[in-house]
DNA sequence: GTCAGGTGCGCG
DNA sequence: AAAGCGCGCACCTGAC
């Protein structure tokens, strides 16, 4: 069922099948790397095994390329790196060196750049390097065995498949990309900015509104990105701000103060998703970013280059379907409420959650309605707030579901003490830094107050890192069971890919034949991804799906 | 010239 | 320091 694929000294490359406890079933098999595709592409329609690897970029891209999709793999990092942290697994350490970092494997890969035109083939040279088909089996052998003897092997299981499959799902997400309008794109700045500068100077729009800021302020030499220049004319035109940002400006009446947002806006616009993200990211109608599953030490996906996580409202109408195609946009509807609600086992708050709404369910429940209310008080929760309305509704909180506030509170207790924490299926938070202890260990009363600081932001940090890192678990399983229900649809002729994937919103870019099933997969997998990590207690996570044209018409 | 850190703003 | 969490990226700034 594990087939081990690893580079042999030879600059051949290396496969070994195992069995389910990583025995070995039969002799190794030796390739040079050009004749690799067509063999895994033999043993993946013969018995789709799990494909073990260092990790998937090693391999996975190529395969791609050259039309070889998997079913499913064991991702010796990322697993490595989940079971080296985990509370659940007393003392196990990953052999493999970037799986004990918590994050960021950088040094290895290549730094962040352009997409380098679709992957090489693997007779081009460019061998996998790194560890053994030995050492990679020993590894595996340690982390099935530290997975079978922790405290929660079922839990520890899934996350494992979960990442892997997040691992396919990212490189498989890069080859077929977003589908992105750069002639729509360039109207859009071309409306907003004015035509394409030609070298470095800015865009008409922004000059004008550049000049117009520089008259108003009386200072005609400023240059409105130096936030220093910008806050000494400020202050000379009698404008007190503290610091340069727009929702702070947005207070004082003065007649530098509109141009000068509507410079913000513009110049943001012009630097972050102007003619140049284009050039750099929309290649063959396609923005192609690099995810990076559990980038984020709560277990949340990152990613590298053209601000993939970030893609602004304002330029989503760019990311449009293909004719005869739909993009079917889903999102999860208040996800971390709903997860919290499943982690401390408040059923109280599940059944308020049965409501599509949660916060009018809440609202009603204890708010008098007011569903505002309920909102701010449930997030106060989840982030730490302490102090307005968000604190002083904390009580009521408290009273109305005190199992839940209780969870996330001995959560941000544990922080504060320098303990770690751990999500449901076991990722655990990194522990304190040197630093952090050795402040902690002060005795100055000033170093004391920076101390208890410092431990309240830990505090903040271990509460919401439980949610927030559940909440990622659940998504991972979404969107690895609506991979495989995609896959079904595909073997009936409807076509259907992820193009898109941010914490609780999924990108579906598919025939429009096959819009409808899609969505009724996205329904499928949410009850499924809820049932595999908190079986059938009461708790709803509803998701909200639209087929739309362009990105810009969901929600 | 390069680099780290701060600021600001986009997203969930 | 927007009320609180998690990020990436562009730009400016001061240090080297």
Redesign the pocket.
């Known amino acids: 069922m594990y087939e081990i694929l690893a580079p042999s000294p030879d600059g051949q490359v290396l496969l070994r099948p195992l069995d389910s406890s990583g025995q070995r079933t039969g002799p190794d098999t030796t390739v040079v790397p050009s004749e690799l595709p067509a063999l895994v592409a033999r043993r993946e329609s013969a018995h789709k095994p799990r494909w073990v690897w260092r990790k998937a970029a090693d391999w996975y891209p190529r395969l791609l390329a050259t039309g070889v999709p998997l079913l499913r793999c064991h991702d010796l990092t990322l697993c490595g790196t989940v079971l080296t942290h985990s509370a659940y697994t007393a003392a196990f350490t990953s052999s493999l060196p970037d799986a004990d970092s918590a994050t960021d494997p950088s040094g290895i890969l290549p730094p962040?750049g352009p997409p380098k035109g679709q992957g090489s083939l693997f007779d081009e040279g460019e061998s996998v390097q790194g560890p053994s088909a030995d050492e990679l089996e020993a590894e595996l052998v340690a982390q099935l065995g530290a997975i079978s003897a922790s405290d929660h092997p079922g839990r520890l299981r899934l996350l494992c498949a979960a990442d892997s499959a997040g691992a396919l799902i990212a490189a498989e997400m890069q080859a077929a990309g977003m589908p992105w309008d750069a002639v729509a794109h360039e109207a859009l700045l071309a409306d907003q900015l004015g035509p394409r500068p030609r070298g470095f100077e800015r865009p008409a729009r922004l000059e004008e509104k550049a000049s117009e800021l520089r008259d108003r302020l009386g200072a005609p030499q400023l240059?409105p990105?130096?936030?220093?220049?910008l806050m000494r004319a400020l202050h000379r035109a009698g404008i007190e701000a503290r610091?340069?940002?727009?929702?702070e400006l947005r207070e004082f009446r003065h007649p530098a103060i509109p141009p000068l947002l509507e410079y913000?806006?513009l110049a943001?616009l012009f630097?972050?998703n102007g003619w140049a993200w284009l050039d750099s990211w929309v290649r063959d109608g396609r923005f192609r970013p690099e995810y990076v599953v559990a980038?984020?030490?709560?277990g949340r996906w990152?990613?590298?280059?053209?601000?993939a996580?970030?893609?602004?409202?304002?330029v989503r109408s760019a990311a449009r379907a293909l004719p005869g195609h739909k993009l079917v946009v889903a999102?999860a509807s208040q996800l971390e409420p709903r997860v919290l609600a499943a982690l401390a086992r408040d059923d109280a708050m599940a059944a308020a959650a049965q409501d599509a709404d949660l916060y009018a369910g809440i609202a009603a429940a204890g708010f008098g309605g007011d569903r505002a209310k309920a909102k701010?008080a449930l997030?106060?929760a989840i982030?730490?707030?302490t102090?307005?309305?968000?604190g002083r509704l904390m009580p009521q909180l408290a009273r109305l579901y005190p199992r839940a506030v209780a969870f996330v509170e001995q959560a941000a207790r544990d922080g504060e003490r320098g303990l770690t924490v751990t999500t449901h299926l076991g990722r655990s938070s990194p522990p304190p830094s040197e630093r952090w202890q050795r402040l902690q260990r002060s005795t100055s009363a000033e170093e004391q107050r920076r101390a208890d600081a410092a431990s309240r932001?830990r505090g903040?940090?271990t509460r919401?890192f439980v949610v927030?890192g559940t909440a990622a678990e659940w998504a991972e399983c979404w969107l690895a069971e609506l991979r495989l229900r995609l896959r079904r649809l595909a073997g009936h002729g409807l076509r259907a890919e992820l193009v898109y994937f941010?914490?609780?919103?999924v990108m579906i870019h598919a025939q429009e034949e096959a819009a409808a099933a899609c969505v009724e997969a996205v329904q499928e997998a949410a009850t499924a991804a809820k049932r595999l990590l908190f079986g059938d207690a009461p708790v709803q996570f509803p998701v909200s799906i639209a087929v739309v044209d362009s990105y810009d018409q969901a929600k």
């Open positions: 962040a240059n990105d130096s936030p220093q220049e610091t340069t940002r727009a929702w913000k806006k943001r630097a972050a980038g984020v030490v709560t990152a990613s590298r280059g053209g601000g996580l970030q893609i602004p409202k304002q999102d701010v997030l106060g982030y730490g707030a102090t307005g309305e968000s932001d903040r940090f919401n927030q941010l914490h609780d919103e």
